[in-house]
């Protein structure tokens, strides 16, 4: 195998190991606080100790994890008030472009945002929570895209993470996630009666969780 080759093959790996850490920590496998022994992480996930080193800090720069010198790494454990600042954020940033939303909803965007709807819906009785955070995140995705920014798109997807390590646990309650679920419905109802202020309002409950 070829120097180039090898390379390239230990950077794909490297990728992979990096997606496996992420999962666990979003599914809260991995929980917020705890301490990330590189050892462990070789064995849990057949790498070596350098993809692993390199994994961690993929993860170190998205601040899912954190370094402590001398000490190893951790999962992120953010405080209320740096959730209540990355609301705020994403209040700001998604209230926005509402108009934008708005003006780009079609009868075929409603049509897949309702269906993506009742895929959380059905989630919530016979699905996981990972399954079920990761269909939220899609929902979400596809109606922040009708901004046709894609950048805003990635940034509120990566500012999302920080709310917690572990954003399934985002719905404390079975009746946050059922309210979660009407408030998905609520923002489509009010691109199709093309209410921007609506939209807003829904966005900012949902948001905030109120």
């Known amino acids: 195998m070829s120097e180039a080759r090898a390379k390239r093959k230990s950077q794909l790996k490297s990728v992979d190991v990096t997606d496996s850490i992420l999962h666990d920590i979003l599914a809260g496998v991995l929980a917020p606080g705890v301490w990330?022994?590189?050892?462990?992480?070789?064995?849990?996930?057949?790498?070596?100790?350098?993809?692993?080193?390199?994994?961690?800090?993929r993860l170190v720069q998205k601040r899912l994890v954190e370094h402590v010198p001398n000490r190893g790494y951790h999962v992120f454990e953010p405080d209320g008030k740096q959730a209540n600042e990355v609301s705020d954020i994403r209040v700001i940033l998604e209230t926005a472009v509402a108009d934008k939303i708005?003006?780009?909803?079609?009868?075929?965007?409603?049509?897949?945002?309702?269906?993506?709807?009742?895929?959380?819906?059905?989630?919530?009785?016979?699905?996981?929570?990972?399954?079920?955070?990761?269909?939220?995140?899609?929902?979400?995705?596809?109606?922040?895209?009708?901004?046709?920014?894609?950048?805003?798109?990635?940034?509120?997807?990566?500012?999302?993470?920080?709310?917690?390590?572990?954003?399934v646990s985002q719905w404390k309650t079975r009746a946050r996630i059922e309210q979660s679920s009407r408030e998905h419905h609520q923002m489509i109802d009010a691109l199709e009666a093309k209410d921007i202020e609506d939209l807003k309002r829904v966005i900012i409950v949902h948001i905030r969780q109120v």
């Open 102 to 167: 708005v003006a780009n909803a079609s009868e075929l965007t409603t049509k897949k945002l309702r269906d993506l709807a009742h895929r959380f819906d059905d989630l919530i009785m016979n699905g996981t929570m990972i399954e079920l955070y990761e269909a939220n995140l899609t929902f979400h995705r596809e109606l922040l895209a009708l901004c046709g920014n894609n950048e805003l798109v990635n940034l509120v997807t990566e500012i999302r993470q920080r709310t917690s390590s572990a954003p």
């Open 36 to 57: 990330l022994k590189q050892i462990d992480l070789e064995q849990r996930y057949q790498s070596t100790r350098p993809e692993v080193r390199r994994a961690l800090d």
